[in-house]
């Protein structure tokens, strides 16, 4: 069943972010990610929670996201992304057939800013 990584990403530092963005791609198709959303424009419909960049990653399965996530060449790029923004990182299984059958559970991630105030 397929997975998805989602990023809702508050960029601090858009000439250290650009690093990372120019890194990342070939780390995701790797592990045979592909970018569904990359930092388009965004309108909030309901709620009143701030929306940045927003990023949809997917993946053939939750193993082969948390693959990707966990291996060294990601890690090496984490820390990049980490100084250069403040980010909330899910991991959602399930497509389209699968939200017909009941729903997706969300596999959170481990998230994390240093630059909040």
């Known amino acids: 069943m397929a997975a998805h990584l989602i990023a809702d990403v508050e960029v601090k530092d858009a000439l250290a972010y650009e690093e990372y963005r120019q890194k990342v791609p070939a780390v995701i198709a790797a592990y045979g990610g592909r970018y ?34 966990e291996s060294t060449n990601y890690q090496r790029l984490l820390p990049i992304r980490q100084k250069a923004s403040c980010s909330n990182l899910f991991a959602v299984e399930g497509g389209v057939m699968a939200l017909r059958g009941g729903g997706a559970a969300k596999l959170p991630l481990r998230c994390g800013c240093s630059l909040r105030a």
């Open 36 to 69: 569904l959303v990359r930092g388009g424009a965004v309108q909030r419909l309901e709620g009143d929670a701030a929306t940045h960049r927003v990023v949809v990653l997917e993946f053939a399965n939750t193993a082969k996201a948390r693959a990707f996530y």
